[in-house]
Structures are given as structure tokens and as C-alpha cells.
């Protein structure tokens, strides 16, 4: 109990000094405040977009193109790497092309996807599918291949069916690897749902951010730098959640 308070007390510590030498030094000239602002400006600029109602519907854009991407994925991908415990030789053929889809820059065809389904809502939700589904496969196939076949023929010679196998066995061996990835899509998917904002959009965080820093705005940049950071600490915090629900029930 005491190590776990010593840790949030250096945390919080930690966050604070920064933002106050963050607001020492631009006030006192040491970094530009042009350029970085300061944390008092930023909060300002922030409550004004609040109170116009801006700031809430980016929020809430990027937030759930980033969720229905990152739910999308991470269903997919690990129903399709679970899948491949059923057919050895298919697993096996499809495994380099699971390496080429992950090693691919995904991020670089963003273009072709927002000239393909427009600048709205389905394009980021199809980046920050694809940016998923790929890791989500890899996951699963990866813990698939962690069942002990010696369990398998144990199941197997006490009367149970493939299905059965698969379901109390290949299932719950597998899950800790795909929980696993979930840390790592959620980010993922805030990063595609993201640069297709930047490339085209009429809503949400990035677009902010692009439109703030084409006129000019730093402090409004910031604001939208600073909300993202919020939101991407606020999803990893409800993927561990969800993470700690998983490996009770399994």
C-alpha cells in the first residue's frame, strides 16, 4: 500500500513540477511563449471552446471513431487468428502474409482511403480498423500456438469434439496473448483515426490541431494536443480495466 501511494505521490509530483516550471519559464521568458504557450493560455483557450461546444463533439468524434475502429479490429483479428488452430496448413500459409500486413505502412494509404469513402466519420474508423486487425490476428495465432498438445490429446481421448477442444481449451490458452494486444491496438487505433483527421476531416481532434496550426493558433494546438494525451491516457486506462475483467473471467 505504501509503495503503490510513494508512486502516485512521484506521478502527480512529477506532473505538477512540469507544468509549473512549464508557466515559470514562459512567463519568464526562458521558453518562448509563442511557440509552447503556457499552461494558464492553454486552459483559457480550452474553457472557450468548451463553452462553445467545439471542443466536446471533437472530443467525442475522434473518441468514438478511435473505439468502434479499435472494437472492430480487435474482434476480427482474433476471431481470424483463433480460426487458424482448426486448419495447420492453412494457418501456415497464411502466416508471412500476416507479417507483410503488419510490417506495411498502413498510415501511408490513409490517402487512397479518404479519397475512397470521403472525409467522414467511415474512413477513420477504417484506419483505425486497419491499423488493429492485423496485431489482433497475430495475438490470437500467437497464443494458439501456445495450447500444450499434450492437453489436446487428453481432451480428445476423454470424448471431446474439435469444437469442444477449441472452446475449453485453445480459447482460454490463448486469451492472456490477445489481452495482451489490446494495450498495444488501442493506441494503434488512435493513431489511424488521428492522421486520417489530418489528411481530411470536418471534425474532431486532429482536424483541430491542423486547422489551429494553418492560422497560426499555438494555443490551440496545444489544446489539442493536450485533450489527446488526456483521451489516450483515459482509453489505456479502460483497456487495463477491461484487461483485469478478461483474466478473472478466464
Known sequence: MKSKTFVQVWRWGLLI?????WEAGS?????DP???SSPTQIFRTAVVKWQS????????YTASSTLL?????????SVLGLMFWFSRPIAMVAEPWLIVLNALPKLAL???LVILTGIGFTSKVILAFLMTVVVAAMSA???VQTVDPALQTLLVSLGATRFQTFCRLVVPSAMPSIITGLRVNIALAMAGSIVGEFIASDRGLGRMIVYAGTIFDLPLVWVGVTVLSIVSVVMYAGVV???RILLRAT
Open 17 to 21: 513540477t512540469l507544468i509549473v516550471l
Open 27 to 31: 512567463r519568464t521568458g526562458f521558453i
Open 34 to 36: 509563442f511557440f509552447f
Open 53 to 60: 461546444g467545439q471542443l466536446p463533439g471533437d472530443i467525442a
Open 69 to 77: 475502429g479499435f472494437i472492430l479490429g480487435t474482434i476480427t483479428g
Open 110 to 112: 490513409a490517402p487512397v
Open 141 to 143: 495465432y500467437g497464443g
Open 241 to 243: 480495466l477491461l484487461e
